[in-house]
């Protein structure tokens, strides 16, 4: 990342036009789609140098910078660092029942203790929340740090004094010089829905004042009552914490001058009586049944706690004995958190609505009676395929059982009512949009519809993919804007968006647009007019085209028009071996490259007439098959598409409306150009994304996981498994900081 004081305005410019639409971009994952790719550190990260550079800079603050954005968290700031003088610790996990008498007896042996010797066992609910340490010295609050990584975490004693379950004086007598008590700072699960509402409800007020069109895709919301806990802890303004009902629990402790008793349980009722909240499940347990016992209990009673917990933890109660056990790692010897399976509820399913996709493929979408699973409340459940609601044999009516494991979406894992006597929900063999048949084509389990072009659906559902993020990003054209000028006969294709100016009267008429939200949208739509021709490639949603493709694509033509020739021509290549071009298409590009790479051996198929056409047409599809990443599924979709007239008809009309440039990647030439790179682990000072398009720019190649292909893995704290197993595989391994010494030295 550059120094701030280096860069020129037109770099300042475009670093906060990417981090704009990086940050809405992780905004909708994290609200809408409830799948954060990122960590909120990382999503910190994004936000700070936002802020930085609009210090800078304030006359280029953007129009849709996401300072401007109301009801998110984007104060999240500098929080000064603080050493724990005692490790922050983290837990081993155990999830069977074997797996927690295990524990016992490994502790018995390491203690070499004979099975008569009793041993006890401390139980308490894992609350899922956000770890603490709160350092008092005679008493009186010194100090609040998070976790961070265990070693340094962030101060947060501004924060924690707006929390009413921690105390800034300890009560009672004879208060130790030093303590630190440690514990979790949660929110409960109905402060955490009300939170949600409150952010959403405040954004809309927002919108309203300034005349916008409020886009509640735009809100950052938190995905869980523990992400709710951090956002609303880590303030800078502490203020804001204020606002917050976050609660606290003790749990342990850090250092201490004394500590008040020679049991876990001993010390955990002095930090009860010096005034913390502990949970109200905290008790000894004797021997592995009554842990087990325990955990069941709890595990019962879960649903109906009003916090959110993932398990219950258990250490031995001895503090000689956890001294000589001591730790493995990051974990102590004498501890293990019992972890619950993903939480599931039981609730009706009430209808399957069928929605029709961009490529008309069916997905069938269970309406469900709301129901809490996981700490969010679900109302709708994908039932992904005919297949899936086979298997489950679910109708509306049928009691189902749904369950949510952490970010994931939910899912029906299954179906109490399979056995009533109630006809099977027949899948549509027509599609509900359009009437036309729909069918699945041999061996695919999706069904399609195969109105194509005559279908609502499937054409209002590529015109947002068109202007979705990844294609041509028009900011402003919502869905129910596009479902809207759809159903007024505005937008029939893509090229109809460039012509939506000669309607600003029109719109200006509708319901819900004023002179200023008309003129935003027209504005986001002319600035498109020179549009990056991948991404344009990628929004016209041919099958099998990609955003990835679609770069691989241009990097190779740099020109639409003259990919179109290449593929057309190909499209007419004479099959290969006697056999179709589909067949060639479906069984791999192998084929395509055996045949064409042996020019020794006699055509395949000899035609006697067009020679000159055949030879050029093949050399296309040698053009095309050669491209790194290119398959014959996109050949044969990219000859498809081009084949249909209506394709081309919409093709020329884009391209009559906007110019792209022509398309090159400048890279430049460095020690990684032509390699194959992993990123893995946490990056300190850029985002994943900045650090794919570094390599990219250095003319190497970013992929997602560690093969014998990789060339060289750059590892960031925390990595894991692809580490190791670059490790395996010999592949080399740097840091973040000699990334960054390739990266300058390439200039
Ligand atoms: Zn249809």
Same mark, same amino acid.
């Given at each position: ?5 280096? *860069? ?9 036009? $990417?981090?704009?639409? &990086? ?5 909708? #994952? ?29 006359? *280029? ?30 837990? %081993? ?32 609910? /894992? ?7 709160? $350092? ?19 101060? =947060? ?7 009413? %379950? ?59 009552? $523990? ?25 342990? @402790? ?8 020679? !049991? ?18 905290? /008790? ?11 955990? $069941? ?22 503090? %000689? ?8 790692? !990051? ?23 069928? &929605? ?131 159903? #007024? ?23 819900? @647009?004023?002179?200023?939200? =008309? ?8 600035? /498109? ?30 020109? #639409? ?130 650090? /794919? ?29 692809? *580490? ?18 390739? =990266?300058?030295?390439?200039?």
């Amino acid at each position: 990342m550059t120094d701030i004081s280096a *860069l020129s305005e037109a770099d300042a410019a475009n670093e906060l036009m $990417r981090l704009a639409k &990086q940050i809405a971009h992780h905004n909708k #994952l994290y609200h809408a789609d409830d799948a954060p790719e990122i960590t909120d550190q990382e999503y910190d990260a994004l936000v700070k140098r936002n802020e930085a550079l609009e210090a800078a800079f304030p006359h *280029l603050v953007r129009e849709d910078s996401p300072s401007r954005q109301v009801g998110h968290e984007v104060a999240t700031s500098p929080l000064s660092k603080v050493s724990h003088e005692v490790r922050m610790m983290s837990l %081993d996990n155990g999830f069977s029942d074997h797996e927690i008498r295990e524990f016992v007896a490994r502790v018995r042996r390491f203690l070499n203790l004979s099975d008569s010797e009793p041993m006890s066992f401390t139980a308490e609910d /894992k609350i899922d929340g956000l770890s603490c340490s709160l $350092r008092y010295e005679r008493g009186e609050l010194v100090m609040a740090a998070t976790r961070g990584d265990g070693q340094v975490g962030e101060n =947060v004693t501004a924060n924690v004094q707006h929390i009413a %379950d921690i105390p800034q004086h300890l009560q009672g007598e004879n208060l130790p010089d030093v303590f630190e008590v440690r514990g979790e700072v949660y929110m409960e699960k109905q402060a955490f829905t009300a939170l949600n509402e409150q952010l959403m409800e405040e954004a809309r007020a927002a919108a309203e004042a300034k005349g916008e069109t409020f886009d509640p895709t735009k809100v950052r919301q938190f995905a869980n009552p $523990r992400n709710a806990a951090a956002g609303s802890l880590r303030q800078k303004d502490a203020s804001v914490t204020a606002k917050r009902p976050l609660r606290f629990w003790a749990h342990g @402790w850090g250092a201490a001058s004394e500590v008040p008793g020679d !049991k876990q349980l001993v010390v955990m009722r002095q930090i009860e009586a010096w005034g913390f909240p502990v949970s109200p499940d905290l /008790k000894l347990c004797e021997n592995a049944e009554e842990m087990l016992q325990h955990y $069941r209990s709890i595990g019962e009673r879960r649903p109906d706690l009003p916090y959110e917990i993932d398990g219950v933890v258990y250490k031995v109660d001895r503090l %000689d004995w956890q001294g000589r056990l001591g730790f493995v790692a !990051k974990a102590p010897r004498w501890a293990l958190a019992h972890k619950f399976p993903a939480e599931q509820a039981q609730t009706t399913l009430e209808a399957i609505d069928i &929605q029709v996709g961009r490529t008309g493929k069916l997905t069938p979408v269970g309406r469900l009676a709301p129901v809490l699973v996981g700490g969010v409340t679900v109302t709708n459940v994908t039932l992904h395929n005919r297949d899936e609601i086979a298997r489950l044999g679910v109708r509306p009516g049928d009691r189902i059982v749904v369950q949510r494991a952490g970010d994931v979406i939910p899912q029906v894992v299954d179906n109490l009512t399979r056995d009533e006597d109630r006809p099977a929900f027949i899948f549509p063999d027509h599609c509900p949009e359009c009437g036309s048949e729909a069918v699945a084509e041999e061996g695919e389990v999706d069904v399609r519809c195969t109105g194509g072009l005559i279908c609502p659906a499937q054409r209002t559902e590529r015109l947002k993919h068109f202007v979705s993020r990844a294609a041509l990003d028009i900011e402003g054209l919502g869905e129910k804007t596009i479902d809207q000028f759809f159903a #007024l006969g505005w937008l029939e294709s893509p090229a109809d968006i460039f012509r939506l100016h000669q309607r600003r009267e029109e719109i200006l008429a509708l319901d819900g @647009w004023k002179e200023k939200s =008309v003129e935003n949208l027209l504005a986001s739509i002319e600035a /498109k007019r020179s549009p990056d021709a991948a991404r344009l490639l990628f929004g016209l949603g041919i099958r099998h085209v990609g955003a990835v493709t679609a770069r691989d694509l241009m990097k190779n033509f740099h020109r #639409l028009e003259t990919l179109r020739e290449t593929a057309e021509l190909a499209g007419q290549a004479p099959p290969l071996q006697g056999r179709g071009r589909s067949r060639v298409a479906a069984e791999g590009v192998g084929d395509v490259d055996q045949a064409l790479t042996q020019p020794d051996s006699p055509h395949p198929n000899p035609s006697p007439e067009g020679e000159g056409l055949e030879s050029s047409a093949t050399e296309a599809l040698v053009t095309l098959t050669s491209i790194d990443g290119i398959g014959g599924a996109v050949v044969e979709a990219l000859g498809d598409f081009f084949h249909e007239p209506h394709n081309v008809a919409v093709w020329e009309d884009i391209l009559s409306e906007v110019t792209p440039p022509e398309y090159i990647v400048e890279t430049k030439q460095s020690s990684v150009s032509g390699k194959t790179v992993v990123f893995t682990g946490k990056l300190e000072t850029m985002s994943r994304d900045e650090a /794919k398009a570094q390599a990219e720019a250095l003319g190497a190649k970013a992929a997602g996981s560690v093969s014998a292909k990789t060339d060289l893995v750059v590892a960031g704290p925390g990595a894991g498994s692809k *580490l190791k197993k670059a490790a395996e595989l010999g592949i080399d391994v740097i840091d973040e900081a000699a990334w960054a010494e390739i =990266v300058k030295a390439a200039g």
